[in-house]
């Protein structure tokens, strides 16, 4: 605590450089890091409740997720082949 005190009276945060605007909490970087964030906790969750509430073994737990994984770059390739077919791409 002392030493926080003595950092702003002795107005040492003048030394110090602002954090650049890519890693800025408003950044577009740090948005997405925040996404993945949620996106590993929805998952740590998602494998809580399959394996303590419905008794689903762990390695069921892990092909759900493989399985999902699969499925979503199916969608994804779909998608993309669909917008490249027309020529929008």
């Not at 950092?7 to 577009?28: C, H, R, T």
């Not at 998952?43 to 979503?72: C, D, K, M, Q």
């Amino acid at each position: 605590k002392s030493a926080f005190i003595n950092f702003i009276n002795d107005k040492e945060w003048k030394s110090i450089e602002p954090v650049s605007s890519w890693f800025g909490p408003s950044s577009f970087l740090m948005s997405s890091m925040s996404a993945l964030f949620k996106l590993s906790m929805w998952i740590r969750h998602g494998h809580g409740y399959l394996t303590e509430n419905l008794g689903i073994p762990v390695w069921g737990s892990y092909a759900v997720f493989g399985l999902a994984t699969l499925f979503l770059g199916m969608v994804l390739g779909l998608v993309s082949a669909a917008l490249g077919a027309d020529g929008a791409l």
